[in-house]
Structures are given as C-alpha cells and as structure tokens.
C-alpha cells in the first residue's frame, strides 16, 4: 500500500492558497498536512555572454521582512506561470521584470521548490542576450506594487557572491552554479 490522500480542504485562499489535507500513510496511519497550494512558476537567469554580466533583479520580499533579515532578495527574474507554456512566461517575466527580450532559452530543470510544504515547481532556465535585447526600463508591473530594481552584475561577482556564501535566493543560486557549468568561460 502506498500512501494516500483522504481529504483536502481549503482553509485560506488570497494571495495565496492554504489546504490541509488528510492523509493515510503507508503503516495505515491518518495524519493531517498543512499544504502552501502555489502551483508552478518560472525562473530564468538572462546572461550576456560577450559582456560576461547576468541580470538579476532585487525586490522586496516579505518573508524576509517578517524572519528580521535584510528585506531586499537579489535574484533572477520569476513569476508564476500563467500561460501553459513555460518558455512563453519566462520570456514575459525577463521582459516585465528586467526590460529583457528573450530569445534562446536552455532549460536546466522542472524541480519542486520546497516540496515539505508547497506544491510549486519552477521550470528554470538560462538565457543568453546581448545588449540590443535590452528594449524596457524592467521594474515590474505597478499594479502589483513590485518595485524592481534591474542589477546589472558581472559574472566574476556572481562566482564571489557565491564562493563567500552571499547568494541567499536558492533558485538563482540553482541556476548561477548552472552557469558555471554549462559556460565556465564566463567566469575566467
């Protein structure tokens, strides 16, 4: 017998979407789950291969705010998936978030965000863009209240953030290790 779900019931819908769930376990025991619904998102690290800069983006988080850290997250440019298809919201979300046109997208990964309580997957990708690609200010949308900051940073302090432990958002921290893999002439 594998495990299974007996019950699900929504107990906070707003920006976000709470459930608890009744679940039997495979020993035959019934315990109940407290599960952040968030669906899938997107996240996509844009990088200028002949200036050798990614762009990331610094926003407010509150979450941050609330655990008494800095409030600011320096990261790559995400969102939750509205289209069906992945590629087309990763494009959109470059485009809002940091005024980037997107064209070739590699895909790294569909992974679960933080699987003990959320059901979020991000399709995560890197992307190459030049200088021309640049056709927007970015910051977001205002109707969102997201005040973006675009950072502009050159690969070889990406690679120090992460060698000294300061790239704090794991998703970008996924997708720059990535990076260092798939293009480590970037980092010379």
């Known amino acids: 017998m594998s495990a299974r779900i007996l019950e699900v019931r929504t107990i906070y819908e707003g920006w976000g979407k709470f459930l608890k769930a009744k679940i039997q376990l495979v020993n035959g025991e019934i315990v109940e789950r407290e599960i952040e619904d968030h669906g899938r998102a997107v996240v996509v690290l844009p990088y200028d291969p002949e200036r050798r800069v990614v762009i990331l983006v610094r926003q407010m988080r509150s979450p941050l705010l609330l655990a ?3 409030p600011h997250s320096l990261e790559a440019p995400a969102g939750s998936l509205a289209e069906s298809d992945p590629e087309v919201c990763a494009r959109r979300e470059a485009l809002e978030e940091a005024g980037l046109r997107l064209e070739t997208l590699e895909p790294v990964v569909r992974a679960w965000a933080m699987p ?35 950072v502009e940073l050159a690969c070889s302090e990406l690679a120090a953030m992460i060698a000294s432990g300061r790239m704090l958002d794991l998703k970008t921290l996924t997708l720059a290790l990535t990076l260092q893999l798939r293009h480590p002439y970037l980092f010379e």
């Open 116 to 150: 003990g309580v959320s059901t979020e997957q991000l399709d995560m990708f890197l992307a190459p863009f030049s200088a021309a690609d640049r056709i927007a200010p970015g910051g977001g949308l205002d109707d969102e209240q997201e005040y973006i900051e675009v």
């Open 68 to 70: 008494g850290g800095e």
